[in-house]
C-alpha cells in the first residue's frame, strides 16, 4: 500500500479530509502545501512533520520560516516550490487538491517524474485533459480519481469485464441550493444563498460550481477524459439526496452503482488505498432512514454552465480550457459581489461561443486559451 503521500493544497476542504484519512490509517506525509493559509499549514507541519512545506504565495513564505525554525521542515515557494512538492523523490502517490489551473503544471510534472495521483483538481483535467491523459499513458500514471461521481465510477468499474462493455455512465447530480428555481428567481440570489450547498461541505469555489451547476458540466468533462468515453454517453441525472455518487450501464442494460453517505473521506480513502480497502470514519448508510431516492432530469436552460461545458467538450480543442478560464474568472467575481448569479452562465456561454477552436496540442495552447478566457470576462465586465 501507498505509505507517503505529497499533498498539494492541504489546507483546503479536501487537503484536510485527506489528513484526516491518513491520520486514522497511520500514513506518512512528506509534503504540504497551501497558497497563504500559513497558520493552518503550521499546525499541519507540527502534526505531520512532512520534509517539505510549499506556500504558494512567496510574500507569506518567509513569515513561515520563521514560524516553524525550530523545525526541519523545509519550506518553498511559487510554482517551482509546487513543482517541487509535486515531484518529491521522498513520496509514492501525489494527492493534488488545490483548487483552478493553477493545478495543470504540477499535475504533469507529477506525471513526467511517474508518480501515481489521487485525484481532485479537476479543473486540470477538464483545460489540458489531452495533455494530461497522453502523458499519464506515456509514462504509465494512474490518476485516482477523488471526486466522489468519479470515484463511483471507477468503482463500479472494477466490475467490467476484460472486453469493452460500458454503454454509458450517468453522473448523479444534487442539484445544488437552487434546484427548480426559475431564471426569474435565480436573478437577486446572494452569494450566502449560493454558499448554502444542502448536501456538501466544501470549499468556496466549488459550491458556486454546485449552485450553477459549472462543476456537473466540469464533471461530465472531467469523467469523459478519465474514462475515455464519448460525452454522447454521459448522461447527468438530478438526485436530490446524494446516496448514489453515480453509475454505470453496461452492454447488457445492468446498471451499477456506487451508494454512502456524502462524506467525501470515502472516495479520497479510495484512491489512497486502491485496491484495497480499510475502515473508514464515515458512518454506515442507514437505508431505514432514506424514506425515498428522488431522479430528475436537469434544467438546461436554467443552468447555462451546464450546457457551456456540453457545447465546449463537443466543440474540443482549446474550447473546455475556454469555458473552464471563463468560469474561474466569473464565479471570483460573483463572490467579490461584482457580478450577479446569472451573469456566470452567461459570461460562460458567451466565451464559448465566441472563441474560434484551435487544437490544445501543447502546454502554451492550453496556457494561452486560459488567459484569453480570462481576459475576455474581464472585459465584458468592466
Ligand atoms: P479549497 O478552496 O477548500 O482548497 C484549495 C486548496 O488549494 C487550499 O489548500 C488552498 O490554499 C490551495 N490553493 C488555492 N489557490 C492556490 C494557488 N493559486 N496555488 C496553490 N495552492 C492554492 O478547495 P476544495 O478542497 O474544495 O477543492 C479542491 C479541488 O478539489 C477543486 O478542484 C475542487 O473542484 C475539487 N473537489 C472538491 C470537492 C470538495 O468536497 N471540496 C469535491 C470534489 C472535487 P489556502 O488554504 O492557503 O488558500
Ligand atoms: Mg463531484
Not at 14 to 34: M, P
Not at 329 to 344: P, T, V, W
Request: some cysteine; charged content about 25%.
Amino acid at each position: 500500500m501507498v505509505n507517503k503521500l505529497s499533498i498539494l493544497g492541504s489546507t483546503g476542504s479536501i487537503g484536510t479530509q485527506t489528513l484526516d484519512v491518513a491520520r486514522k490509517l497511520n500514513l506518512k506525509v512528506t509534503a504540504l502545501s497551501a497558497h497563504s493559509n500559513i497558520k493552518m499549514l503550521e499546525d499541519q507541519i507540527r502534526e505531520f512533520k512532512p520534509q517539505v512545506a510549499v506556500v504558494f504565495d512567496e510574500s507569506r513564505a518567509d513569515e513561515l520560516k520563521l514560524n516553524i525554525k525550530d523545525l526541519d521542515t523545509k519550506v518553498y515557494s511559487g510554482m517551482d516550490g509546487l513543482l517541487y512538492a509535486a515531484t518529491l523523490d521522498d513520496c509514492d502517490l501525489v494527492v493534488n487538491s488545490v483548487v483552478g489551473m493553477v493545478g495543470l503544471k504540477p499535475t504533469l510534472a507529477s506525471i513526467e517524474a511517474k508518480k501515481n495521483i489521487a485525484f481532485a483538481n479537476k479543473e486540470t483535467l477538464v483545460a489540458g485533459g489531452a495533455l494530461v491523459m497522453d502523458a499519464a499513458k506515456r509514462n504509465g500514471v494512474t490518476l485516482f480519481p477523488v471526486d466522489s461521481e468519479h470515484s463511483a465510477i471507477f468503482q463500479c468499474l472494477q466490475a467490467s469485464p476484460p472486453e469493452k462493455a460500458l454503454k454509458k455512465i450517468i453522473l448523479t447530480a444534487s442539484g445544488g441550493p437552487f434546484f427548480g428555481k426559475t431564471t426569474d428567481e435565480l436573478k437577486d440570489v446572494t452569494v450566502a444563498q449560493a454558499l448554502n450547498h444542502p448536501n456538501w461541505s466544501m470549499g468556496a469555489k466549488i459550491t458556486i460550481d454546485s449552485a450553477t451547476m459549472m462543476n456537473k458540466g466540469l464533471e461530465i468533462i472531467e469523467a469523459a477524459w478519465l474514462f475515455d468515453v464519448s460525452p454522447d454517453d454521459i448522461e447527468v441525472v438530478v438526485h436530490r439526496e446524494s446516496i448514489i455518487h453515480s453509475m454505470i450501464e453496461f452492454v447488457d442494460n445492468s446498471v451499477l452503482a456506487q451508494l454512502g453517505l456524502p462524506d467525501m473521506r470515502i472516495p479520497i480513502q479510495y484512491a489512497i488505498t486502491y485496491p484495497h480497502r480499510y475502515e473508514s470514519p464515515v458512518e454506515s448508510l442507514d437505508f431505514s432512514k432514506i424514506s425515498s431516492m428522488t431522479f430528475y432530469h436537469p434544467d438546461y436552460e436554467t443552468f447555462k454552465c451546464l450546457s457551456a461545458c456540453k457545447k465546449a467538450i463537443k466543440r474540443g480543442g482549446i474550447i473546455p480550457a475556454v469555458a473552464n478560464g471563463a468560469n474561474e474568472i466569473a464565479n471570483k467575481l460573483f463572490r467579490e459581489d461584482k457580478i450577479s448569479f446569472l451573469e456566470i452562465g452567461e459570461l460562460v456561454s458567451s466565451a464559448v461561443d465566441n472563441f474560434a477552436y484551435k487544437e490544445a496540442q501543447s502546454l502554451s495552447d492550453v496556457l494561452k486559451a486560459d488567459k484569453q478566457a480570462r481576459e475576455y470576462v474581464y472585459n465584458l465586465v468592466n
